[in-house]
């Protein structure tokens, strides 16, 4: 199988760093193909902009215009490669410390860049997408380091649901363009990380790539799959008991 990892941290020595490390290892260990794209290492360039697109004869708005240039073959040549790593995987990990409640800005300049128009969605409403977009057939699944406690991130957290706060990554960005994730490997109070935890924690982290082909994807539903009106608002019904909102919504029981 053909792994793509996707990693930011400015630190090499960092915790996020050993993980990274030890993921490649492990999935070749295992046999597996692995492509790595480290974002700080790269020096990536962060921000989308028309230096991006190439020579376009007029602009429109910067969407239909980095679509036009994907037509035209003429997105810069980083862009390209990056496409290029992640059409030819059969599996991504996207790896990154939770920073306000996100990902690095490296990082997010890399998904505004690279899942340009045309490439992992399109405009108009017929263009498939939640599910059944361009890059369906490939699992994802989400790695992470916080210094918060797991109770801090759960349903009453002071933080809020995790799957709330990942929903944007998870299911706005990698399920739309039509990935599967998986649960993701989520390394909680990442600041208080002895050798002993270390070793468990690269066991567990072991186990879920050992694991990777069995193991289900978090069930979100396509937007093509009959659950949505035609306002793209889920149906009447459908939802689960006392469930009003959230991400929870968006999964099929």
Known sequence: MKFFVLYAHPDHTSLSASLHRDSVSILRELGHEVTVSDLYAMKWKATADYEDLGELDEH????????????KGQLAADIVEEQRKISEADAVLVQFPLWWFSMPAIMKGWFDRVFSNGFAYGTTR??????????????????????????????????????????????????????????????PSAYRMDEERYSQLKQQLRQRLETWEPTAPIGYRCQNGGDYDEQLRLKPGLEPTGVHSGYKLHIAS
């Open 60 to 71: 429109d708005n910067f969407t239909d215009d980095s679509g036009l240039a994907m037509e």
């Open 126 to 187: 017929s263009w498939p997408r939640y599910g059944n977009g361009k890059l369906q057939g490939k699992k994802a699944m989400v790695m992470l380091t916080m210094g918060a406690g797991t109770p801090a991130v759960s349903e009453r957290g002071v933080s809020g649901d995790l799957n709330d706060i990942l929903f944007p990554l998870q299911r706005g960005t990698l399920h739309y363009a039509g990935m599967d994730p998986v649960p993701p490997f989520v390394v």
